[in-house]
């Protein structure tokens, strides 16, 4: 590409209004095509594929649209792309049976803010001249995609990613999102720019609740604050979230209406940010348990009318179960962390092992097994609940044991457990009348049977204090799951009979 060719870009640049909130998805739509075109004279190509790496993180298909529903995993520069990387973008386009592919970045002096993707189908299109073309179109590009990397949020993708969004088309949409995105920050991607034509917006967050009482995790990955020196400061967040109350959803005018500013902050690390003032909300539930919160935020107030609510509020329904899943699977991965570093003595559990594995009877057994738990996790007692069935859960008394079959049963639903039964949280505290009640799961060849229960006046720390109970649950359940299995073969099916086998004595 010559330099007049690359000058003839700049009349284009306008057509980015690159103040204020995120820039106008028609203007970026024809700059996107009208820099096709242009680079097309002298680069022929099947596909031009362009991203941006905003400021604030992430990536932005800036176009084509289609593209969008590859789910191209591009890699984020740190600060710049490997050629490993580029050469893992062409291979991309390759395997869709392009047969000349070719990637360059977009360079910064500090980091590289976006990457172009040229295809052809014809074999051997591109060689030294066209790369050393698209190289200059790339630095004739930097000015301008720099000012749109610090305008443009990663939560908000190209919005006309879905252009002819209706309500009725809206739970498809949502759903395929959902169910697609791979990360945190890649279904806030999404989610956004589904959302976007129906209810647009300068910033998108979904917030995922964890097991500890107050504990806020924005899945974009951004802080909300204006300053970067209070990255993990979400007071912006509470405040919102206490704006619920007991509603399902919520909707504000002006978040700076009582304080006359707003500490969740929107645009770029190098722009000038501004405060979020109309805000849209819901709530996030999975089994009647709030598992998180859906946002939207806009620059401007009374951004949003009482009908929005409802839009808002059937795509929280189709993602909260993908947010349920992101909340377990970070709590696993810590709990997980948390065993590993523990650096527990293992001879209180080989003797518990040894307890269940000796010992004849039941009741002896699991006396043992407290014993050696009490060494690393003082307790008064334990408890244990097994599953009978699918939807019901038996108590086995520890100090009396008794004919599994002649136990009450009780449904999944009404037990205070069911969140770490049903695998929905690693584990759970709960208040008790002689004090707290820490409970983990008993699992077995990766399926919970059941729950072990420990009781005791309080947990210093409950984290440390689970990753000590799993280790003895781990260890406990495969005895109680063979004595469940022993106690269901010898009753027929949908029978509860005292004459299942004493297996319970052993």
Not at 242 to 256: E, I, Q
Not at 315 to 333: I, P
Not at 413 to 441: K, N, Y
């Amino acid at each position: 590409m010559s330099d007049t060719q690359a000058a003839q870009l700049d009349p284009l640049v306008p057509l980015l209004p690159l103040e204020g909130s995120a820039p106008d998805p028609v203007a970026l739509a024809t700059w996107y095509l009208a820099l096709a075109a242009t680079t097309a004279v002298e680069v022929p190509h099947d596909l031009f594929a362009l991203w941006l790496f905003p400021d604030s993180g992430g990536v932005v298909l800036l176009g084509p649209e289609a593209l969008a529903q590859d789910a191209v995993k591009v890699p984020v520069p740190e600060p710049y792309l490997l050629q490993d990387q580029l050469f893992q973008l062409e291979q991309v386009l390759r395997r869709a049976k392009y047969e000349s592919a070719m990637a360059v970045p977009v360079k910064l002096v500090s980091r590289d803010v976006g990457v172009m993707v040229l295809g052809s189908f014809s074999r051997g299109a591109y060689g030294p001249v066209q790369a050393q073309a698209l190289k200059r179109l790339a630095r004739s590009l930097t000015a301008s995609l720099a000012s749109l990397a610090e305008a443009m949020p990663s939560a908000v993708p190209h919005a006309a990613l879905e252009p002819a969004m209706t309500r009725e088309e809206l739970p498809g949409h949502i759903a395929c999102a959902a169910a697609e995105a791979a990360t945190g920050p890649d279904l806030v991607r999404r989610v956004s720019g589904v959302l976007y034509p129906l209810l647009p917006h300068d910033r998108l967050e979904i917030l995922a609740t964890g097991t500890k009482p107050g504990t806020i995790v924005p899945l974009s990955g951004n802080s909300p604050m204006k300053n970067s020196r209070f990255v993990g400061g979400f007071e912006p967040f509470r405040e919102i979230i206490a704006r619920f109350g007991d509603a399902p959803t919520l909707s504000l005018d002006d978040l700076t209406e009582h304080t006359g500013h707003s500490d969740w902050a929107i645009g770029g690390a190098a722009s000038a940010p501004q405060p979020a003032r109309g805000v849209l909300g819901t709530r996030l539930e999975v089994g009647g348990q709030t598992v998180g919160y859906l946002l939207l935020a806009s620059v401007a107030a009374q951004a949003y009318r009482p009908d929005d609510e409802d839009i808002l509020a059937m795509a929280g329904l189709l993602v909260a179960t993908r947010v349920a899943g992101f909340r377990l699977a970070a709590e696993v991965a810590a709990l997980q962390a948390e065993i590993k570093s523990a650096d527990l003595p293992a001879l209180p559990l080989i003797r518990a092992a040894e307890a269940l594995a000796a010992t004849g009877q039941l009741q002896e057994g699991l006396r043992r097994f407290s014993e050696g738990l009490g060494a690393l996790l003082p307790h008064d007692r334990i408890t244990l609940h097994l599953r009978w069935g699918e939807d019901e859960v038996i108590e086995l008394n520890p100090d009396s044991p008794r004919p599994f079959a002649d136990i009450p049963a009780i449904a999944v639903d009404s037990f205070e457990g069911a969140p770490v039964l049903r695998g929905e949280q690693e584990w759970q505290v709960r208040t008790v009348e002689d004090g707290q009640e820490l409970m983990v799961p008993l699992a077995v060849a990766g399926r919970v049977v059941g729950t072990l229960g420990v009781r005791a006046p309080g947990f210093s720390s409950t984290s440390k204090s689970s990753a000590v109970a799993l280790q003895f649950a781990n260890i406990l359940a495969p005895h109680l799951e063979l004595l469940r299995r022993g106690a269901s073969a010898g009753m027929g099916p949908g029978t509860r009979t005292s004459k299942a086998p004493a297996a319970v004595e052993r």
